[in-house]
Structures are given as C-alpha cells and as structure tokens.
C-alpha cells in the first residue's frame, strides 16, 4: 500500500496544472443558500454541515457534511458533498483560507450526496481521489451496489435542477484500497479505515493525528434516521464500526449527517441505540414468524418518527434488517 501511494504522489507531480489559473467561475448553477462552513476549535480543520432532510430544491441538495484538513504541504479533503455546484463552493472556501495545493479528497462511501462535487475538483484541481475498493461497484452499476448510479443520476437530474443537469457526472476513484492506508503529509498522519459494508458497501472513515479528529461518514448520523434500504447494508458490520469509531477514542466528530461533537460517545449513541432498537422489534417478529407489514405496523415507533428523514428511510430501513436477520436464521 505504501509503495501505491509513493507512486501516486509522483504522479500528482507529474499531472499538467489544469483550469487552477482560470479565474472565472464555471458553468455550474450558483447556489442560492450558501454553504457555512466552521472550524473545529484551535484546529486547521473547516468543515460544512448539511441540513437534514433528504436532498431536494428546498435545500439544494446540502444535506450531507463534508471537510478538509489544511497542513503546510496542502489539503486534505474528506468528502465533497452532493452537486458539482456545492464542490465548487467547498473548493471556493478552501482556496479563501489556502493557496496549497488540494493533495487528496477521500470519499466515504460513493452515494451522490456524497460525491457530485468531485467534478468540481477534477476539473479545477489536482486531488487525488482515493476510495474503498467497492466504490468500483458504484460506477460500473452492478446489481449488488448500494444504489445504482445511472438510476440515481437521473433521479437527481430531476429533483435538484438546476444543480445536478445533463453535464453532471460520476468521478470515479484514482486509487482505491481494503482495509487501511496511512497518509503522512504536513505532520499530520490520516488514517483511512475501511468499515464496511456498513451503510454502503465502501463506508471509510477518516482520522486525523494529532488532532484526534474523526470523519466518520455515514456510519455515523447525528439525529437523523439513516438510510438502509439497500442489498449493502449490513447492521451487524455497522454495529463492529460504531465500536471501532469508540475504540479510536477520538476528541472531536464530524459525521457524515448531522452536527460535529465534541463527545464521541454521544455522536454514536443516536445511531447505535436506532439501529439496535429496529433490530430488536424486527429480529422478535423473525423468530416469531410474524410477516413484516405486521411487525412493522406494530412496532412503536414513536421514539423515531419526528426525526428527519424517518418518513423516507424508517420503513425501508425496517424492511432490509427485517431480511438481513431472516438471512442469517437461516445461515445458523
Ligand atoms: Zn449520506
């Protein structure tokens, strides 16, 4: 792994400066709700948060968060978030607060919330992307990916124009990996760990020493119902990964969803105690052999139903533990 990742810096050396010059704005749809972006506390680390909901011309597509880290020897950038538009604007803030060169932008997980503004930094930097392994699954639209890319395109071709149009495309990764890589760059070290397939099949996190800050991505989604609902979720590696975020012990985190703490213990809770919580009602109806709309109708759920993005994700989420756990009956 180390040697993949010598061989790419040279690379980045070697790639011709792109647009970096040009000095007029491109083409994409301006945004009409800026992006905030913040600064963890006496750190060069800046991050934006989305606003919850699901992704819709209300809000631009701004609900996922993103960040980048800034050390003398350039940027760091943890996801881009979900329209080429938004990329430009992260890529706006960083070049407001840092003439370094933008180094790497590691995707969490490659879901367009997550990923459309990659085309902003292609085409006006020289980041390298790195990825998960399964990330691959994404652009070649496999059957098993967590959600299919051409699908989704269209989809939000529709529900975010003019943001996301017909010149929106799917960067794919440049180098991707397992398990674990280790970047050092500026006298900071990041990890990238792979904890997946959790909420997709390519979930990475990324911590930063240090600094003891955490992007945690999907797997963890301050107050907010997540989304499940795909052939690559996999509650029982989701629980090992909110376990390995707590066993990183990490002084501040920023998720993927929802609001950065200080308080890791707490981020993960809201998570954790849903994720365990539908897996309990859903794994006594398994055992019961109860059929789903009947367990699903008699659970409460009032506990959940005033968060954001329940009405969309809860019954869908239900749904796929519903079968993971009628899935591994069977395995016994
Ligand atoms: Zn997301």
Known sequence: MKKLLRVTVVAW???????LAQSKAPDYAPLTRPITVDQVPGKDIFYSIGSPGIPGKENEGNTSNAGYVVTPEGVVVFDVLGTPSLGWALLQDIRKRTDKDIRYIVASHYHADHIYGLQAFRDHSRAVIIAQDH???YSENKETADERAEVRLEQRREALAPWVDEHTRVIPPDITFADKITITLGGKRFSL???GPAHSSSDIMMMVEPDGVLFAGDIVQNGRIPFMNSDDVSTTHWLQGLD???ALNPKYIIPGHGNPSAAAKEAIAFTRDYILYVRKAMSEAVANWVDFDTAYNSTDWSKYKDYP???SNNRGNAYRIFLE????Q???
């Open 193 to 195: 760990i792979s904890a």
């Open 325 to 328: 756990l009628e899935a591994s």
């Open 13 to 19: 050396a070697m790639l011709p400066l792109p647009l």
């Open 244 to 246: 390995e975020v707590l």
């Open 309 to 311: 993005a329940f009405e």
């Open 135 to 137: 990330s691959g699954d």
């Open 330 to 332: 069977f395995k016994k």
